[in-house]
Nanobody
Framework: QVQLVESGGGLVQAGDSLRLSCAAS????????AAWFRQAPGKEREFVAGIPWNSGRADYRVTVKDRFTISRDNAKSMMWLQMNSLKPEDTADYYCALSWRLSVVIPIWPNEYEYWGQGTQVTVSS
């Protein structure tokens, strides 16, 4: 199995930037689609961004497109989420996840992902 650990969250002001990191261990992440999800208190977990195993075309939630960038390095077993121009509505716990799905599209639903980190908090004040 794969263990995932997120880091880099914190308290920032609107307009600031954060870079979240996700470190994988236990086995190679080669072949997995990697993604970031977020969950605000009392809300459902929602897809933020996903990237194929070969760092091909990424997919983003409409509300974060042009502000967030997902990236990965399989050799380092790492993935990142660069978040710019943060808004209060970005406040949530952020999770990295891996999916072993054979699909031509990036999975966007939580139940399509097998491995999850424990999350890192991002709070954006106005």
């Amino acid at each position: 199995q794969v263990q995932l650990v997120e880091s880099g969250g914190g308290l920032v002001q609107a307009g600031d930037s954060l870079r979240l990191s996700c470190a994988a261990s236990g086995r190679s992440i080669n072949g997995y689609t990697a993604a970031w999800f977020r969950q605000a208190p009392g809300k459902e977990r929602e897809f933020v961004a996903g990237i194929p195993w070969n760092s091909g075309r990424a997919d983003y939630r409409v509300t974060v497109k042009d502000r967030f960038t997902i990236s990965r390095d399989n050799a380092k077993s790492m993935m990142w989420l660069q978040m710019n121009s943060l808004k209060p509505e970005d406040t949530a716990d952020y999770y990295c996840a891996l999916s072993w799905r054979l699909s031509v599209v990036i999975p966007i639903w939580p139940n399509e992902y097998e491995y999850w980190g424990q999350g890192t908090q991002v709070t954006v004040s106005s």
